[in-house]
């Protein structure tokens, strides 16, 4: 219940923010950030050997085993990893890519804005997503091995 609540929480936070500032979701939602963080994720987490199923499977599975828990625990740090390097890769490609651009120095607040939502996709998918199922199946391992 209490994670829960603190998703819900923090997405209010997050919407509140963009309505109290620019009064529009549209403002934050860039589709080729999301494909390009979210594949480098997976490529990254599949080039390291992550088991995907496994990961899917400590989302909604209440009974996998102990060496599976620890194994899900250890992968979901990893991928908490993956994709804040993927926001960052994201961002220094598209800093990179927008200095090709002859009239860079009439849209830097614009670029700049639109850059910086790679790193804010991958910190929500970071602490919101990875790090709590990191934290929940090491409160399950706790629990099994107390």
């Known amino acids: 219940m209490m994670r ?3 998703l819900l929480l923090a997405t209010g936070v997050v919407v509140l923010g963009v309505f109290v500032t620019k009064g529009d979701l549209r403002g934050i939602l860039d589709k080729p950030t ?3 963080l979210a594949g480098f994720t997976l490529s990254s987490l599949l080039l390291n ?3 995907i199923p496994l990961l899917i499977r ?4 209440g009974s ?3 060496s599976e828990i620890r194994e899900a625990a250890h992968r979901w740090s990893e991928a908490k990893t993956a994709v804040q390097v993927g ?3 994201s961002f220094l490609l ?4 927008s200095a090709n651009w002859a009239d860079v120095a009439d849209h830097i607040g614009p670029i700049a804005g639109l850059l910086s939502l790679s790193i804010f996709y991958a910190l929500l998918f970071a602490y919101l ?3 709590p199922m990191q934290s929940r199946m090491e409160q399950k391992l706790r629990v099994i091995e107390a």
Request: net charge neutral.
């Open 87 to 89: 926001g960052w890769a």
């Open 49 to 51: 050997g992550v088991s």
């Open 34 to 36: 999301v494909v390009f």
């Open 94 to 97: 598209g800093f990179s890519l």
């Open 64 to 66: 996998l085993e102990t």
């Open 129 to 131: 997503i990875c790090r």
């Open 58 to 61: 400590s989302i909604y599975s």
């Open 4 to 6: 829960l609540l603190g």
